[in-house]
């Protein structure tokens, strides 16, 4: 993949390139090399300080957490705000049991970190829909469950860890398993 980065990139250059009248020469036209030059780093924002490929789509900054599911990334280039759920877990609503709790939970994850992001969807609120991963690679919504922060999201994801993650945190009465009965977001939100 990196070599075909590159030989595009190349061949984008040349492209660019306008020949000399009568010479062999190429004088380059400044704004293609400068387009190039921001595609180039466009790429470089997708690998790793290794130059290996990223597992993520891009890179944000967490300036807040909204609750246990849901937070505004500041982006790195753009500095433009963005509103982000995240994929696979429902949290307790703000006013319900462990509101609180799971949005601190959340915060101590990633709040004033950078962390890297998938792209799943666009909910119809203009949330976007995404895995989140912590400084250190790991998956937030796995965070989450493990700790007994938030349900599994069944209604929009089958993943089988996020299930079992759900159901040992129940067994140890994790988090918000310790109540017997906890009302979850989905029914909390009919009310």
């Not at 796995?142 to 007994?148: D, N, R, S, Y």
Request: net charge positive.
């Amino acid at each position: 993949m990196k070599k075909f980065i590159h030989l595009f990139l190349i061949l984008v250059i040349l492209s660019s390139c306008e020949r000399k009248s009568g010479s062999g020469n190429f004088k380059h036209n400044q704004n293609a090399v400068d387009k190039s030059i921001k595609q180039t780093k466009e790429v470089e924002l997708n690998h790793d300080f290794e130059g290996k490929e990223s597992p993520y789509n891009y890179h944000i900054e967490v300036i807040s957490i909204t609750d246990g599911d849901t937070f505004i990334g500041l982006t790195k280039e753009e500095k433009i705000k963005i509103k982000y759920r995240i994929y696979g877990i429902d949290a307790p609503e703000k006013k319900q049991d462990f509101g609180a709790r799971s949005k601190d939970y959340l915060s101590e994850l990633i709040a004033g970190k950078t962390v890297g992001i998938k792209t799943n969807s666009q909910d119809r609120y203009g949330r976007y829909i995404v895995w989140v991963f912590t400084p250190d690679g790991r998956d937030v919504s796995v965070e989450m469950l493990k700790a007994g922060m938030a349900w599994h999201y069944k209604e929009y994801d089958n993943s089988k860890l996020y299930e079992a993650l759900e159901i040992q945190a129940r067994k140890r009465h994790t988090g918000l398993w310790i109540n017997n009965e906890p009302v979850a977001p989905w029914d909390f939100r009919k009310k």
